[in-house]
T-cell receptor, first 113, second 111 residues
Framework: GAGVSQSPSNKVTEKGKDVELRCDPI?????LYWYRQSLGQGLEFLIY????????KSGLPSDRFSAERTGGSVSTLTIQRTQQEDSAVYLC???????????FGPGTRLTVT | EDQVTQSPEALRLQEGESSSLNCSYT??????LFWYRQDPGKGPEFLFT???AGEEKEKERLKATLTKKESFLHITAPKPEDSATYLC????????????FGAGTILRVKS
């Protein structure tokens, strides 16, 4: 079946601009996660959505980062006023209810110039 | 502080030369330990989940084992296509189900 999809695959933006990254999870998966992977930092948790519960935003690095999940499916990660340190690969993962395995999408490579 | 440490950082093997990758963790309330494979420019690919000490999982040339403080990923007779970064991650009861990752081991298998 179809895996997790993310768009765009690459995004180059100027410092100070806003960007939106999209994630389409595996159909039927109730949990959705965003992670960031950067050189020297490894993979870091950003935010977690589970069904209709309030999201766990504990990993968001600043208030410039926000995310939403509409209709329990697609999620959008928004970064406002991008900074060069935001350059990284942003990965989305989803998980089926009652399981612990997370399945990752291909990621969006964000470059802030 | 909860930590996941992988060693070595990089490993070069000849084709057919078996070896092991290590993942040690200092956490409380381990719910599960996961191994992922990541190829350049791609997202992590799920390999194994281990839940309790003594558990083992196998898939082709890979076998993952778990003790109370560490996990090993054994690679038997590796092939060049096994070259990738192998990531270890844990999920903790106190953190819900988010993954805490190690830095990874970069494996290169030469023919």
């Amino acid at each position: 079946g179809a895996g997790v999809s993310q768009s765009p695959s690459n995004k180059v933006t100027e410092k100070g601009k806003d960007v939106e990254l999209r994630c389409d999870p595996i159909s039927g998966h109730t949990a959705l996660y965003w992670y960031r992977q950067s050189l020297g930092q490894g993979l870091e948790f950003l935010i977690y959505f589970q069904g209709n519960s309030a999201p766990d935003k504990s990993g968001l690095p600043s208030d410039r980062f926000s995310a939403e999940r509409t209709g329990g499916s697609v999620s959008t990660l928004t970064i406002q006023r991008t900074q060069q340190e935001d350059s990284a690969v942003y990965l989305c993962a989803s998980r089926a209810s009652g399981t612990y395995e997370q399945y990752f999408g291909p990621g969006t490579r964000l470059t802030v110039t | 502080e909860d930590q996941v440490t992988q060693s070595p950082e990089a490993l070069r093997l000849q084709e057919g030369e078996s070896s092991s990758l290590n993942c040690s963790y200092t956490v409380s309330g381990l719910r599960g330990l996961f191994w992922y494979r990541q190829d350049p420019g791609k997202g992590p690919e799920f390999l194994f989940t281990l839940y309790s000490a003594g558990e083992e999982k196998e898939k082709e040339r890979l076998k993952a084992t778990l003790t109370k403080k560490e996990s090993f990923l054994h690679i038997t007779a590796p092939k060049p296509e096994d070259s990738a970064t192998y990531l270890c991650a844990v999920t903790l009861m106190e953190y819900g189900n988010k993954l805490v990752f190690g830095a990874g081991t970069i494996l290169r298998v030469k023919s």
